[in-house]
Each structure stands twice: as C-alpha cells, then as structure tokens.
C-alpha cells in the first residue's frame, strides 16, 4: 500500500494544521500581551494636565475626595508599619500621606475657581510640586478646615500668627521632605557618613503620624460625600482664595524648596486677606456665607 505523501496526503495535511493552529495561538496571545502592555502603561501615565483643566466641578470634587481617600489609606499603612516596628517605612508612609492631602487641598482649589481663571491656573505647579503638597498637608493641620472654614480662619489671623504658622510649615516640610526619602534609601552625607534608613528613630516616627492623623482630621470634610456636598456651589471667599493661590503660584520663581513653597503660600494668604479687607470695607454689613456653610457641622 502506497503511504500518503508529507506534502498533501493526511499526515501532512495534520501537520500543516498544528502548525497554523500553534501560530494563531501564539498571535491571539501576542495581542493579549499588548493590549495589557497598553493598559498598564496608560495607568502608569502621569496626571493629564488638560483633562484636569478641562473637568467639571463636581469632576474635581471627587478627584480630590479620592486623593484625600488615599491619603486615609496611606496613613492606614503608616500605622500598620509602625506597629509592625517598620519605624522607616512608616515615615515615609506618612510622609506621603500628608503629601497626599495636600494634594487634595491643590484639586480642591482647582475646583473651587471659576473655570476661566482655571484655564490659566498652573496646574502642574498645583499637583507636582511636591514640597508644596507638603506644605499644604501641613498647613490643615495647623489650621484646620473645620468651623468657620479655612478661609475665615486666614482672614482673621493677626499677621504675627500668621507669619509663626507659614514658618513652622516651612521647617516642617523640609524636615518630612529629607526624611521621607531617608526612610526609603541608603545615602552618604556630606561628611561621607552611609545613612540607612533603619536610623529614623521612634520620635520622629511617632510626630509624623501624630501630624498626619491631624491632616486626617482637618480633611475629614473631603471623605464624607454630605460635606463635601456644598463644595460644588461655593461660596465667594473660597473662590478668592483660590484666585489668590492661582496668582501666587504663577508668579512664583523658584518651585525647588519648601522655603519657595511657604513663600508662595504666604503670598497667597496676602494677596486673599487683602481682597477680604477691600471687600469688607466696601460692604460691611454683609455676612460671609461660608461660615453658615458650615452650621451643620457644628
């Protein structure tokens, strides 16, 4: 009996089959393999800075719920470190976490404005400076969110205060600046001391996450969908105030240091109590809507 030919008989036939069946398999997972190559990479993409811009109100309000949701989970695991007695991890974790918040505060204020003077607000000073972020994380827990509301508070601190709370900001941000990256790496010292971050000691643990769980306090207002209802219907100071910091942030020159960070804010802050005082004297008698924004909360 004449066997069948490789070329066209069955068995030939059989093998051309496993082969091609083999290269579809090997395309169909090829395009599975880029199609989750893309995704990841597009969830790796930084911020898009037009999107933000462009965004809604509400939009923006929960962007900066969900930062300010992070930031809860970040001091979660803060904790959770510490406890573990992972003292350096868990700094660095706090660190970001108040970084964190004050990131929320930036896309708060993003929401908060008018969207034309959005459309020229810097955002990425906004959201990628971090010793501004810092900064800002700090400056809730000093002067916390709550009742009468940040704005009112700024507007009637007396300058001295005001100058001793932007002060301390400052000292503090450089301070979580160097020691969040000291509770990551290994690094020389100017003097060529190796410093490991198992040296971050129990204190300087213990008043990051005391600083942070105040941030956490002050921003409570941001993970409570009924507080932060109002948010989408501003009242005029908290605008002012966002118009301010978008002024004092373009201006701005250096954005490299926490010292450029509080300058920065300092100018806002004074540019915002400037405005209040015209406005107040322009009509004295007319009450600030943002304090009874907060009446519920009292």
Not at 48 to 68: C, F, I, M, Q, T
């Given at each position: ?54 965004a809604a109100r509400p939009e923006l309000v929960g962007y900066a719920a969900a930062a300010a949701d992070n930031a809860v989970d970040l001091l ?122 198992s040296e971050v000691t129990d204190l300087e643990v213990a008043e990051q996450l005391a600083w942070a769980r105040q941030v956490a306090w002050s ?22 105030l966002s118009r301010a910091l978008v002024s004092a942030l373009t201006e701005a020159g250096d954005v490299g240091s926490p010292k450029a960070a ?37």
């Amino acid at each position: 009996m004449a066997s069948a030919s490789p070329a066209g008989g069955p068995a030939g036939h059989s093998s051309s089959g496993s082969r091609s069946a083999r290269a579809s398999l090997r395309r169909r997972s090829a395009r599975a393999l880029n199609d989750l190559r893309a995704d990841r990479l597009a969830s790796l993409e930084p911020v898009d800075l037009s999107a933000v811009k462009a965004a809604a109100r509400p939009e923006l309000v929960g962007y900066a719920a969900a930062a300010a949701d992070n930031a809860v989970d970040l001091l979660d695991d803060a904790e959770l470190l510490s406890g573990a007695g992972r003292r350096a991890r868990a700094y660095s974790a706090a660190v970001l976490a108040i970084e964190e918040f004050g990131k929320a505060a930036g896309l708060l204020a993003l929401a908060l404005m008018p969207e034309g003077l959005r459309a020229g607000a810097p955002v990425r000073r906004m959201l990628e400076w971090h010793q501004l972020k810092q900064a800002g994380g700090l400056l809730m827990a000093i002067v916390h969110f709550g009742p009468p509301g940040l704005p009112a508070k700024l507007a009637a601190l007396p300058d001295s205060e005001l100058a001793r709370i932007l002060t301390m900001t400052e000292t503090l941000a450089q301070d979580a600046d160097r020691l969040k990256l000291r509770g990551l790496y290994v690094d020389m010292d100017k003097r060529g001391r190796i410093r490991r971050p198992s040296e971050v000691t129990d204190l300087e643990v213990a008043e990051q996450l005391a600083w942070a769980r105040q941030v956490a306090w002050s921003a409570s207002l941001l993970c409570d969908p009924g507080d932060r209802a109002w948010l989408c219907d501003p009242p005029a100071e908290v605008v002012e105030l966002s118009r301010a910091l978008v002024s004092a942030l373009t201006e701005a020159g250096d954005v490299g240091s926490p010292k450029a960070a509080s300058a920065a804010m300092l100018e806002a802050v004074c540019k915002f109590r400037t405005q209040m005082a015209a406005s107040d004297a322009e009509a004295p008698s007319t009450p600030r809507a943002a304090s009874r924004r907060w009446d519920h909360q009292e």
